[in-house]
């Protein structure tokens, strides 16, 4: 069982550049999430999605771009990166909306 | 706008030492409240959920507390190991209605258990 899965787990790209971080996870939870951990600021919502086809912002969602055509593949598109989108992005899942969320490894990201 | 702070921000233990963490948060309507481990370059592992009607979780040598009232919850480890080193984060799931089930998350507790 592979449960919830990213890839790549590390990218380095340049200014200007679109990026797409993948998400995928194998329980047919309903909920998917995408957060952000940066030092000083801990993890922070950048998008979620109750359902296939439903995303929603989250706290900090400039600059990103999500889509959910299917329910077990949550995409993260960086359209154009910049320099202070260099992080580490989780996706995590979720059976139910109220209920435990399950974290992928992460993605690391370096936009030089 | 929930706030949550985890205090203290590191600990060192010796092994066998029991321990509590420390998280408060600002805006008491939350349907739950959700510790996790996260160790060095890895992501993060559930390890206890505690709803908001629920007073206490227990798993192993670990028990949660929550106070919604007071905006508190305490994370307690019994003899401690250094298998146990790891941040420990406390997130809470705000109740502001819809489908909003966000988690806001501390900054974490650094904790190191000595051999």
């Known amino acids: 069982d592979a449960g919830i899965t990213q890839s790549p787990r590390y990218k380095i790209t340049e200014t200007g550049r679109q990026v797409t971080l993948m998400c995928h996870q194998t329980w047919s939870h309903s909920y998917m999430f995408w957060y952000r951990q940066d030092l000083g600021h801990g993890l922070r919502l950048i998008y979620y999605s109750a359902a296939a086809d439903i995303t929603d912002k989250g706290e900090v969602p400039d600059g990103y771009v999500v889509s959910r055509s299917k329910t077990e593949n949550f995409p993260l598109t960086l359209e154009s990166a910049t320099r202070s989108q260099t992080s580490v992005y989780f996706c995590?899942?979720?059976?139910?909306?109220?209920?435990?969320?399950?974290f992928g490894p992460g993605t690391r990201l370096t936009v030089l | 706008k929930q706030e949550v702070t985890q205090i203290p921000a590191a600990l060192s233990v010796p092994e066998g030492e029991n321990l509590v963490l420390n998280c408060s948060f600002t805006d008491s309507a939350i349907y739950n409240l959700q510790w996790f481990r996260q160790d060095p370059g890895k992501g993060l592992t559930s390890l206890l959920l505690?709803?908001?009607?629920?007073r206490e979780q227990t798993s192993g040598r670990l028990n949660a507390s929550l106070d919604k009232s007071s905006g508190r919850s305490t994370l307690y480890i019994a003899a401690s190991q250094p298998g146990d080193s790891a941040t420990y984060l406390c997130?809470?799931?705000?109740?502001?209605?819809?489908?909003?089930?966000?988690?806001?998350f501390g900054k974490g507790t650094l904790l190191t258990v000595n051999p």
């Open positions: 505690i709803q908001s009607s629920q």
């Open positions: 995590a899942s979720s059976e139910y909306g109220p209920d435990t969320q399950y």
């Open positions: 997130a809470v799931m705000g109740n502001s209605g819809g489908s909003n089930y966000k988690l806001t």
